[in-house]
C-alpha cells in the first residue's frame, strides 16, 4: 500500500535518518574489529560475497562452509566474536575466507550487524550479498 502526500514524504524522511544513522553507527563500530587474515584480493567482480559474525561454531563450521559454497558462495567475510574452540585456527586456514576479530559485546554491536554493515560498506559494494547465521 503506497502513502501520497505530507505524510509520505515525512515517512521517507524519517527512514532516510534511521538508514544515516544505522550507516554512521557501523562506521564508528569498525574500530571494534580488528583483521586476522584478508583475502579481500581474491574477491572478483561477479563473486558471491557472505558476511557472517560467529562464536564457538567449531562442531558447525565445515558443513556451514561446504554447503554455502556449494550454493555459490565465492569468498566468506566472517567477524569472529572471542571464540574460545578453535574457529579462528580453523577459519585461518580457508582459502575463501577474510577474517575479522573482536572481544566487543555481541549485543551492543546490534548483535554483529554493526561489523557486519561495515564489511559490507567497504566491501560489498558491486556484489551479491548475503548475512549468515554459522548455527
Sequence with gaps: MHM?????????YKLRLRRRR???RAFRKKHEIKSVV???KQIRN???LAFVTLRNEIDRLQEFLDHHR???IAHFLIVDNASTDGSVAYLRDQSDVSLWQTDH???L????LDWLTWLMIRHGHGHWCLTLDAD
Design 109 to 112: 554491536s546490534r548483535f554483529g
Design 46 to 48: 561477479e563473486d558471491v
Design 22 to 24: 544505522l550507516l554512521l
Design 105 to 107: 559485546s555481541y549485543r
Design 4 to 12: 501520497w502526500g505530507p505524510k509520505a514524504g515525512w515517512a521517507k
Design 38 to 40: 584478508s583475502r579481500i
Design 70 to 72: 556449494k550454493l555459490g
